[in-house]
């Protein structure tokens, strides 16, 4: 068993800048170039390899909850499920790479093609990446039969 305060401090130590999609990428719903991958106590983590990559995933996160919070109808300054969090980083990069016509949903990619495109990613057409934030489902598990 893992003593999780020691696994914590030594993630910290090895995983200085940790990756702020890492739900997505883990979930295989988006990809990084700059993502970083290591093993922590038999536990993948990832981490962002620039710290301005980092600062704007950052700042693309924060927009996802602040523009997702009145649709979402999350009470504001409450801690985020991690079902929310799959919700806001999948459905909201999904909605980021449609709107950029991505041909894949590298975090990196689509974000630095924003800034040179819209000029911010504040100026991005967030009513349609808010409305994929909130259609945005996870995949059904497969029901396997009961063996008896």
Request: proline share 7%.
């Amino acid at each position: 068993m893992v003593d999780e305060a020691a696994y914590r401090r030594t993630q910290a130590e090895v995983n200085r800048l940790p990756c702020v999609f890492k739900a997505a990428l883990l979930a295989r719903q988006a990809v990084c170039e700059l993502a970083v991958r290591h093993s922590v106590a038999e536990r993948e983590v990832l981490a962002c390899g620039q710290a301005p990559a980092h600062l704007n995933c950052e700042t693309l996160e924060r927009l996802f909850v602040e523009r997702a919070t009145f649709p979402l109808k999350l009470p504001p300054g409450a801690p985020l499920t991690h079902g929310t969090v799959m919700r806001l980083h999948c459905g909201g990069l999904r909605g980021l790479q449609q709107v950029l016509d991505a041909p894949q949903p590298d975090v990196h990619r689509m974000v630095m093609q924003a800034q040179v495109e819209h000029g911010s990613l504040v100026q991005l057409p967030w009513e349609h990446i808010v409305a994929q934030i909130v259609a945005w489902q996870p995949r059904r598990r497969a029901n396997k039969p009961v063996s008896g």
